[in-house]
């Protein structure tokens, strides 16, 4: 099996204090950034911290920034990165808890702002079944579904660095994936939240949180397709008045 | 239920004005490039410049590019500086400075083609 010397720079956070540690291992064929770190934690250093849970890019947890691009640690090959040296630091435009490990508190209080949930003017009963919804319906906001709170966007994107209110690529992409959904009747409630100076308006369509999207959701084009939402529905009110 | 506020629903608005300013930008400044380095080659001579702005014509094309140019680019500075994290008030003062220089940028351009010729 093909066996090659890596060295993994690590940036740590620890009390309030960044700091860099190199370790040097032997990494084999199919082994992902993921599979290093734990080697890391098992064999070298036991006080490394970084998220994981499924190990199959399913569960969002080990994002961070890998070589200087935001992406899934357990979906990243080492040796397809086309270097011995990995450089690897916590997702930016979170606060750092330690080492690896960033606090999502505000990127899932944003997402919670989006009320991301179905909103019904009037509830079917359990007895009247549930609300029918065609393929075609569900095609329209089903890739914004995709998400797994992975963070990722939320890294990648600038504004979200430079304007801590900004909702972020990931909670306006939960957000059109609501107002898409032929079942949810929440127009109301949710463009107005997403219509201010910390919503869609702030993107400029750089589009970097759908080039580092694991999942393909395309968040960047969820904002643009609510921009035209939150025109129309302007236009409408400005009329209505 | 939270309303919508006419702030809010101004904002898609001036968006709505940025990318039709921004279309009317591409057509405009073609045509001005045109006129001035490809229709003639005195086009930039003094006389040449100071005939062509006498004509209504050209006051109504050119008034036209300055409202375009400065409402595209005073709105797209206007955004550059909300992305940075502000006060309330701070927004405010940057809603009202960009309508200010934008309405003394487009006066003062109007003011000069009118007086031309």
Redesign the interface.
Known sequence: MEEREVTFIVKRFYRNEWREDRYEFKAVRGMTVLDGLFHIRDNIDPSLSFRASCRMGICGSCGMVINGKAMLACSTQIFDLGTDVVRIEPLRNMEALKDLISDFDDFFEKHRRVKPYLIRKEEKSIEEGEYIQTPDELRKYRQYSLCIKCGLCYDACS?TG?????LGPAALASACRFIMDSRDQGE??R???V???TGC??C?FMAECSEVCPKEVDPADAIQKL?RK??I???K??FRR | ?????T???????W??FQIITGILLLVLVSLHLYVTHFASEKALDYSSVIGRLSSPGFKVLYAVLLLAVVYHGINGMR?IF????MSDVT?RIVNILSLIVALLLFGYGVYLLANIG
């Open positions: 504004i430079s304007n801590k209110e900004y109301d409630e463009i107005p939240l219509s201010d100076h308006w702030r400029h921009k939150a025109l529905y302007s236009l009110r400005l | 239920m939270e309303e919508m506020h702030k809010k629903v101004l904002e898609p608005v968006w709505f955004a909300l992305d940075l994290t927004k």
